[in-house]
């Protein structure tokens, strides 16, 4: 016989998901009839559904945020805002889910939290650093810093190189050390082994990684059979190819491959976000 102390109780992130795991799909068609009921009737019901309905695919992204230190429960919350942010802007018309357009609202909101919970220990003590301050305001400049994603674009835009946009923009992005804190710095109770991922988490991880692949796929296809074979050979190949390797096999300079690239990682951007 179980003891009734030895049973864990179910925590209410747990129950979230578990819950989660409850709320049916919509296709394609209802979708779009529910976000046009929104648009131009501004039904509350509509928008109710809409926003259950892919409030996995907030979810599933503040997961990719726990190991920032903050409350799971708080990334779904601000993420969750940033998919009611997305629905204001949503043309049913367009033809695309709102599961591939939300994203990047639900990252921005994401981001924006992140920064506004994070400790300025450091305040620029000259222009350039004031400069990198006042533009980690900003959804892209925050995600150069967070994520490394176009890092390199970003860093142009001060004249500075990725590696010392990424320093002076991690003295702005420092924690406070926690009063559980050890004497190097990290949390005891982060430090600690933590339990085995739930049926729940695994889940909802699959479920944001088969999103993932399909959006991809999306943005690969509208690309030049050249572009996609550069984005697949530099980031979708174990190990990647250099810019050298793929300009002598293409028969290009190393300066008009890089071009390419980012060419073709404008396109694929500019489609997820569209």
Same mark, same amino acid.
């Given at each position: 016989m179980i003891s009734s102390s030895s049973i864990r109780p179910i925590t209410?992130?747990?129950?979230?998901?578990?819950?989660?795991?409850r709320i %049916?799909?919509?296709?394609?068609?209802?979708? *779009? $009839? @529910? =976000?046009?009921? +929104?648009?131009?009737?501004?039904?509350? !019901? #509509?928008v109710q559904q809409l926003i259950m309905s892919n409030l996995h695919v907030a979810a599933a992204i503040a997961r990719e945020y726990r190991h920032f230190g903050l409350p799971e429960e708080?990334?779904?919350q601000e993420g969750t805002i940033g998919l009611m942010q997305a629905l204001k802007n949503y043309d049913p018309e $367009?033809?695309? $889910? @709102? =599961? /591939? !357009? &939300?994203? +990047? +609202?639900?990252?921005? #909101?994401?981001?924006?939290?992140?920064?506004r919970s994070w400790s300025i220990v450091k305040?620029? /003590?000259n222009k350039l650093q004031r400069r990198v301050? &006042?533009?980690l305001q900003k959804a892209r400049h925050a995600i150069a810093a967070i994520e490394g994603k176009d890092i390199d674009e970003v860093a142009a835009q001060y004249n500075i190189s990725p590696d010392s946009y990424q320093s002076i923009a991690n003295a702005f992005l420092q924690r406070d050390v926690s009063l559980d804190a050890d004497r190097d710095? $990290?949390?005891?109770?982060? &430090?600690? %082994?933590? %339990? *085995?991922?739930s049926p729940e988490d695994e889940v909802a991880e699959k479920d944001w990684r088969h999103?993932? *692949?399909e959006e991809l796929q999306v943005a690969l296809r509208q690309l030049s059979d050249r572009d996609r074979y550069i984005i697949e050979q530099r980031y979708l190949h174990e190990p990647p190819s250099t810019l050298k390797a793929l300009a002598g096999e293409l028969g290009v300079s190393i300066e008009r491959v890089r071009q390419l690239e980012s060419r073709a990682i404008r396109q694929m951007r500019e489609k997820l976000t569209s």
């Open positions: 209410s992130l747990e129950l979230f998901y578990r819950e989660l795991r %049916p799909h919509l296709n394609r068609e209802e979708e *779009q $009839r @529910l =976000a046009r009921l +929104w648009r131009d009737k501004h039904d509350f !019901y #509509a708080d990334l779904i $367009r033809g695309f $889910r @709102l =599961a /591939t !357009y &939300a994203p +990047w +609202w639900i990252r921005a #909101a994401i981001h924006e939290y992140i920064l305040i620029g /003590t301050f &006042a533009g710095g $990290r949390n005891m109770i982060i &430090a600690l %082994p933590g %339990p *085995q991922a999103h993932q *692949q």
